[in-house]
């Protein structure tokens, strides 16, 4: 289709169900190869008209030039990309998906689901502003690229406001937020029958039952990880605390210090105790900064492997989805449709791949920080400690009042980090993933990829 035959963009909305799924595979040009007839349908356009199209014929002018900057430098790269867009129908209305797409032999692979999460109206007025900056940029005669320059600088400072240090972070959290959303959504509409689909076609029937097992294994694996999700947002509040901590405990220590020495002999068992204090807060600021580099670290490590279990997820019921349209159809050569399938399946068995490879990793990180929380608390429980010495030699002295409270919000800060820690223990000790046999699931994805 040709620039000038494009259509007009409309303020209508091309509406589909929470419950559908499309997906559309390309070659190594970006042009269309397959889709289903959600596809077909969402977009107006034929099949005719979409194969060996390119995949910019459902672009919409409101979406960043940016943003598929970003989709192709991870495609080209050999990494699998979530983002969230504004897709154009032939008729000129719009629709927004939340795309997962994969790199695939000789192209790629995108699935796409109906986005209704937290994060979509905050990116949706992002979009708004790149948008708004790449026209500006290129109205000045700047020229394209230019305009993606720009508007890439913008894109990493709101990354870095909302508290993400790149697009892969933000990526794992919303992906993994809209999939659960999504369950949420569609909770008790759908039961995964043991019993065989009813089928058509034989040879789609043993791919139909063997992507049901295979749906209800990864289902019950994307539940496991859902607590490692719950732990990730403790796990970053944690890691501010402690950081905090540290730092509000060494600058109340050099106080009280200050506050004893200005008691002369009155205040020299005081003055002793504040100096223990302030080694003993030395130790927990380093101690602090250790562990909240630990907690960072296992929260982006928890994301990413929940990324990959929920694209598995979506991969692996696109795929189911696929199976019942193939096996409704009335067309005879169902070869391309089959090979579609495949392509499907090798997609998700690379996220299946590095999601399980992402648990056994996160289980070892996981363990290694709760000794970190362990000497933690050792430090913590100094502190305390100390503090109980400094508040019964401060009675002796009535003219140490100010001494006496300063080692009294150094307890209560102390308790604070006990309790906070203590609790996130806890929580790390219950979040434990049990993965289903992982030869099972990926024979039935050998099953399911094959001609």
Same mark, same amino acid.
Request: aromatic share 6%.
């Given at each position: ?276 204090? =302030?080694?003993? $807060?030395? *130790?927990?600021? #380093?101690?602090?900064? /250790?562990? %909240?580099?630990?907690? !960072?670290? &296992? +929260? ?20 189911? =989805?696929?199976? $019942?349209? *193939?096996?409704? #159809?009335?067309?005879? /050569?169902? %070869?391309?449709?089959? !090979?579609? &399938? +495949? ?109």
């Amino acid at each position: 289709m040709s620039e000038r035959s494009r259509p007009t963009p409309t303020l209508s909305e091309a509406r589909f169900s929470p419950e559908e799924l499309f997906f559309s595979t390309t070659d190594s040009h970006g042009r269309i190869t397959s889709g289903n007839d959600v596809f077909t349908r969402i977009s107006g356009y034929s099949s005719e008209d979409l194969m060996g199209s390119p995949h910019s014929i459902i672009r919409h002018p409101d979406m960043p030039r940016v943003v598929f900057q970003v989709l192709w430098d991870h495609i080209e790269a050999n990494r699998p990309i979530a983002a969230y867009v504004k897709n154009m129908a032939v008729n000129g209305s719009f629709y927004w998906v939340l795309a997962l797409a994969s790199p695939i032999a000789g192209g790629y692979v995108s699935v796409r689901l109906k986005p209704a999460g937290k994060f979509f109206a905050v990116v949706r007025a992002l979009y708004a502003e790149l948008r708004q900056t790449e026209l500006q940029v290129e109205s000045s005669g700047a020229g394209k690229k230019a305009a993606i320059e720009k508007s890439s600088d913008q894109l990493t400072a709101a990354l870095k406001k909302l508290g993400y240090n790149s697009y892969e972070e933000l990526m794992h959290t919303v992906f993994v937020d809209e999939v659960r959303e999504r369950s949420r959504l569609l909770a008790n509409r759908e039961v995964l029958s043991r019993a065989p689909p009813v089928s058509r076609r034989e040879d789609v029937a043993v791919k139909r039952t063997e992507c049901r097992s295979l749906r209800r294994e990864v289902n019950r694996l994307f539940t496991a990880v859902a607590s490692f999700v719950d732990l990730d947002a403790t796990l970053m509040d944690r890691a501010v605390f402690t950081t905090g901590l540290g730092r509000d405990v060494q600058m109340l220590s050099m106080n009280a210090q200050v506050r004893a020495a200005g008691l002369a002999d009155a205040g020299r068992t005081l003055k002793v105790i504040a100096e223990h204090m =302030n080694r003993s $807060a030395f *130790i927990i600021s #380093s101690a602090a900064v /250790d562990v %909240s580099k630990y907690l !960072r670290n &296992v +929260s982006l490590q928890l994301r990413e492997t929940a990324f990959n279990v929920a694209a598995v997820e979506l991969a692996v019921e696109m795929m189911d =989805n696929f199976l $019942a349209e *193939i096996d409704a #159809s009335d067309v005879a /050569d169902i %070869s391309s449709a089959t !090979r579609a &399938v +495949s392509q499907l399946g090798d997609a998700a068995g690379r996220f299946l791949e590095f999601a399980l490879q992402r648990i056994a990793s996160v289980a070892g990180i996981v363990r290694g920080l709760d000794d970190r929380l362990e000497d933690f608390l050792r430090q913590v429980r100094v502190l305390e400690i100390l503090h109980v010495t400094g508040k019964t030699e401060a009675v002796r002295q009535p003219e140490s009042h100010s001494v006496a409270s300063i080692f009294e919000t150094i307890r209560e800060r102390a308790f604070e980090a006990r309790q906070k820690l203590c609790d996130l223990a806890t929580m790390v000790g219950s979040a434990r993933i049990r993965t289903p046999p992982s030869g099972a699931m990926a024979a039935s994805l050998a099953l399911l990829v094959a001609p």
